[in-house]
């Protein structure tokens, strides 16, 4: 499994933007997939989970309404769309792959890390 996370950027508050996480291995679809996010000085966080046939979906409270995940398997993407940014939603964002059935938000059960992506949001 290889991730490789795009899309972030500087918005400013009440925009969009939407991140993109492309997995260059043959067994993408055996992963529950999810995204991260990391804030200077906080432990990173669970911020939307995806189960493997993209019919389940996990979000934090902090985001819900405001982003979407989803997956593509024929293109072995998963994506997050955030919406109606906040400020506090400024992290680095990480996508993640987990070959556990149920690994939720336990960050521990994500074997597979992509290399971030900055999202900043002006105020």
């Known amino acids: 499994v290889q991730l490789q996370a795009s899309g972030g950027g500087l918005v400013q508050a009440g925009g969009s933007l939407r991140l993109s996480c492309a997995d260059s291995g043959r067994t993408y679809r055996s992963y529950v997939m999810a995204w991260f996010r990391q804030a200077p000085g906080q432990e990173r966080e669970s911020v939307a989970v995806i189960d493997r046939s993209g019919g389940s979906t996990y979000y934090a409270d902090s985001v819900k309404g405001r982003f979407t995940i989803s997956r593509d398997n024929a293109k072995n993407t998963v994506y997050l769309q955030m919406n109606s940014l906040k400020p506090e939603d400024t992290a680095v964002y990480y996508c993640?792959?987990?070959?556990?059935?149920?690994?939720?938000?336990?960050?521990?059960?994500?074997?597979?890390w992509g290399q971030g992506t900055q999202v900043t949001v002006s105020s």
């Open positions: 993640a792959a987990s070959t556990s059935s149920y690994p939720g938000a336990v960050r521990q059960l994500y074997g597979y």
